[in-house]
Nanobody, 128 residues
Framework: QVRLVESGGGLVQAGDSLKLSCAAS????????VGWFRQAPGKEREFVGA?????????????RDSDDAKARFTMSKDNAENTAYLRIDRVKPEDTAVYYC????????????????WGQGTQVIVSS
């Protein structure tokens, strides 16, 4: 049984740093891509980015197209611990969202689609 569990969210102050974790069981990050997504209240889900089974890191448009986001969002993973991480530096109120991790073995993993197993999400609330 595949299970993904996100943690590390909560209420933080603008300007703080945050490191979210995604712990997997029943599926290995050395064999599947792990993606990060977020969904803000009233908005569509956004693809933050993903790391492939071959350790290729791709950021989604919300990071790739923003110099500010490129400087603040960092993904990593530890295959030995089967855990992925999303670090957000200098958080802003607009980072308030539920953050999800998910896995994929699709050739389209870098596009943020065809992710099959999802965690329950971790809520991040940034106060100004």
């Amino acid at each position: 049984q595949v299970r993904l569990v996100e943690s590390g969210g909560g209420l933080v102050q603008a300007g703080d740093s945050l490191k979210l974790s995604c712990a997997a069981s029943g599926r290995s990050f050395s064999s599947y891509a792990v993606g990060w997504f977020r969904q803000a209240p009233g908005k569509e889900r956004e693809f933050v980015g993903a790391i492939s089974w071959g350790d290729i890191t791709i950021y989604g448009p919300m990071v790739r197209d923003s110099d500010d986001a490129k400087a603040r969002f960092t993904m990593s993973k530890d295959n030995a611990e089967n855990t992925a991480y999303l670090r957000i530096d200098r958080v802003k109120p607009e980072d308030t969202a539920v953050y999800y991790c998910a896995t994929s073995r699709s050739a389209r993993w870098a596009t943020g689609i065809e992710y099959d197993y999802w965690g329950q999400g971790t809520q991040v609330i940034v106060s100004s």
